[in-house]
């Protein structure tokens, strides 16, 4: 049994849709629901498929979202990176120092400037606030790296904070990316790196701009796949 919404609408035909929300189903106003009803029979396969595959991403999601706290698990250029609260350093000016440990399973270390009591919204900042720094001076590397190979230049690099875009170009040379960016492993932030710098030379996404992207990541189609997982964290 499923529970779907029915809505009559402006529109020539019977439309389904599935989302986080469960099923809607979209018909023109004089749609006979008898014909509605065959049509949900017909689609019956595909719609418990897409039901299924939502279930699953709503829990991937909920999974990957961030318990800020002492000791809390965020992926770092594709590794997992434990935060710890070090009441006794301040780090100087950024606040927090990335270190490795050996005696920890996880291996990598963000040592904050915190005291163990602080609230989630303060850690939160405090390692956002350093994962931007460390993102930014990554895409700098990755922009020199593939500006010469791709025979343009970019002139400034902006972060941003969008929910579903990662990066844009624009013709006089800005670049603009996506700092959660920085969790992805590093051949992800390169084809990001690589698509944006494109742009500087076709600002399309015909089949020259993708012919382009290639010369410098061949398996660009792969990687940009990536850029859909569930498990990273939204913020």
């Known amino acids: 049994m499923v529970a779907y919404l029915f809505q009559r609408a402006k529109r020539r035909t019977i439309g389904f849709v599935v989302g986080p929300d469960g099923l809607i189903v979209r018909a023109p106003k004089w749609t006979p629901v008898g014909e509605v009803e065959a049509a949900l029979r017909e689609k019956a396969q595909w719609i418990t498929r897409k039901l299924g595959e939502s279930r699953e991403r709503q829990t991937r ?3 990957a979202r961030i318990a800020w706290c002492d000791g809390v698990v965020l992926p770092l250029l594709g590794e997992p990176l434990r935060v710890v609260l070090d009441p006794g350093h301040r780090f100087g000016a950024v606040g ?7 005696s920890n399973p996880v291996g990598r270390v963000l040592r904050v400037g915190l005291p163990t009591g602080a609230s989630p919204e303060q850690i939160c900042d405090a390692v956002q606030a ?4 460390h ?7 990755r922009l020199d790296h593939f500006a010469p190979l791709l025979q343009v ?3 400034k690099l902006s972060l941003s904070s969008a929910g579903t875009r990662w990066g ?5 040379g800005s670049i603009r990316l996506n700092w959660r960016l920085i969790h992805f ?4 932030i390169d084809y990001v790196v690589a698509h944006e710098l494109s742009h500087l030379r076709v600002m399309d996404h015909s089949a020259r701009f993708w012919d382009t992207v290639r010369t410098v990541v ?5 990687l940009r796949g990536q850029l859909k997982d569930d498990s990273i964290p939204k913020w």
């Open 218 to 222: 061949p398996d660009y189609a792969e």
């Open 153 to 155: 230049q970019w002139h």
């Open 185 to 188: 492993r590093p051949a992800v």
């Open 168 to 172: 844009s170009a624009r013709i006089d």
């Open 61 to 63: 999601q909920h999974e």
């Open 96 to 102: 927090a120092s990335l270190q490795d440990d050996v």
């Open 135 to 141: 993102a930014r001076e990554h895409f700098r590397q």
């Open 130 to 133: 350093w994962l931007m720094r």
